[in-house]
């Protein structure tokens, strides 16, 4: 994990009201793997103080890319940043998801929403592995798909506009149920009802899942205790440092 003032390249329109934004830093492209994070200080001063946790959801060369909703301060204090302008950047964080293991050689890879970050580096990496990869991708309409960078991209919106009429997880159960892939495991990164329903399908249809999680956090590597995570077996795991991603196994969402 390293922290760096990284300069910032721009922004875009991804869809609505999200936007990607790239910045400069060689070492975070180089170390990062598919699902980790980086908790970025948006603002030089106090407003606001946190940081805020972001998946890493491009890189190319010693760019950087994340992508964001504006959804309160922080997300519109990025949203402003300029080229040439720094943030400050923690990362990267947190544990990868399992991709490089001899147990499926199928990546099903389920993202609803803003849940689409970590997936275009989890293509990568399951390409790099020799793995197939199929993506069911989920939005709330047309517009606010963001399918860059993705392979074998089936899409449904929550209001018909595109795709399958429904949601994300029942997709993709209509070609798991049928055992469409060959050996099978799902990556999954959602709000967290969709993430509930990916494990009731992974448990029922018995294949492998690990879900990346998304909720609130602080420091981000392990120090305030800030977000625990309600384990199976008893006790509680930090999701910064022992996820985000978690078989759906070891975790109570
Ligand atoms: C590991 C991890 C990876 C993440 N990756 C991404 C990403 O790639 N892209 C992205 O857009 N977001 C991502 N998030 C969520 C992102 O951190 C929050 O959206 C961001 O902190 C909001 O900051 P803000 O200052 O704009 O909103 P705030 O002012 O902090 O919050 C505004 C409102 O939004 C609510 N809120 C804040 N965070 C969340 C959340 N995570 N889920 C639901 N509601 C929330 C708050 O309760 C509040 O009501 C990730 C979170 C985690 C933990
Ligand atoms: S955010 Fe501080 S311990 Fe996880």
């Given at each position: 994990?390293?922290?760096?003032?990284?300069?910032?390249?721009?922004?875009r329109?991804?869809?609505?009201?999200?936007?990607?934004?790239?910045?400069?830093?060689?070492?975070?492209?180089?170390?990062t793997?598919?699902?980790?994070?980086?908790?970025i200080?948006?603002?030089?001063?106090?407003?606001?103080?946190?940081?805020?946790?972001?998946?890493?959801?491009?890189?190319?060369g010693?760019?950087?890319?994340i992508?964001?909703?504006?959804?309160?301060?922080?997300?519109?204090?990025?949203?402003?940043?300029?080229?040439?302008?720094?943030?400050?950047?923690?990362?990267?964080?947190?544990?990868?998801?399992?991709?490089?293991?001899?147990?499926?050689?199928t990546?099903?890879?389920?993202?609803?929403g803003?849940g689409?970050?970590?997936?275009?580096?989890?293509?990568?990496?399951?390409r790099?592995?020799?793995?197939?990869?199929?993506?069911?991708?989920?939005?709330h309409?047309?517009g606010?798909?963001?399918?860059?960078?993705?392979?074998?991209?089936?899409?449904?919106?929550?209001?018909?506009?595109?795709?399958?009429?429904?949601?994300?997880?029942?997709?993709?159960?209509?070609?798991?149920?049928?055992?469409?892939?060959?050996?099978?495991?799902?990556?999954?990164?959602?709000?967290?009802?969709?993430l509930?329903?990916?494990?009731?399908?992974?448990?029922?249809?018995e294949?492998?899942?690990e879900?990346?999680l998304e909720?609130?956090?602080?420091?981000?590597?392990?120090?305030?205790?800030g977000?625990?995570?309600?384990?199976?077996?008893?006790?509680?795991a930090?999701?910064?440092?022992?996820?985000?991603?978690?078989?759906?196994?070891r975790?109570?969402l």
């Amino acid at each position: 994990m390293i922290q760096e003032l990284c300069v910032v390249l721009g922004h875009r329109p991804a869809g609505e009201n999200i936007f990607t934004l790239g910045f400069t830093s060689p070492a975070i492209a180089r170390m990062t793997r598919a699902g980790q994070f980086l908790n970025i200080k948006v603002g030089g001063g106090a407003d606001p103080l946190l940081r805020r946790p972001f998946s890493v959801y491009h890189t190319d060369g010693a760019v950087v890319e994340i992508v964001f909703n504006v959804i309160g301060r922080g997300t519109a204090a990025l949203c402003r940043k300029q080229p040439g302008e720094t943030i400050d950047v923690l990362g990267p964080l947190g544990v990868p998801f399992g991709i490089e293991t001899p147990d499926f050689e199928t990546g099903v890879l389920v993202a609803g929403g803003l849940g689409v970050a970590p997936m275009p580096l989890a293509t990568r990496a399951l390409r790099a592995s020799g793995k197939q990869v199929v993506t069911f991708l989920g939005a709330h309409n047309a517009g606010s798909i963001v399918a860059a960078h993705l392979l074998n991209v089936r899409l449904s919106t929550d209001d018909g506009s595109s795709g399958f009429h429904g949601t994300v997880v029942d997709l993709a159960r209509q070609s798991l149920a049928r055992r469409e892939f060959r050996r099978p495991k799902i990556f999954a990164c959602g709000p967290t009802a969709m993430l509930r329903a990916v494990a009731r399908l992974a448990e029922e249809l018995e294949i492998a899942c690990e879900v990346s999680l998304e909720g609130p956090m602080a420091c981000g590597f392990g120090i305030c205790q800030g977000c625990p995570v309600e384990l199976a077996g008893g006790g509680y795991a930090l999701m910064c440092k022992d996820g985000p991603v978690f078989d759906i196994r070891r975790i109570i969402l």
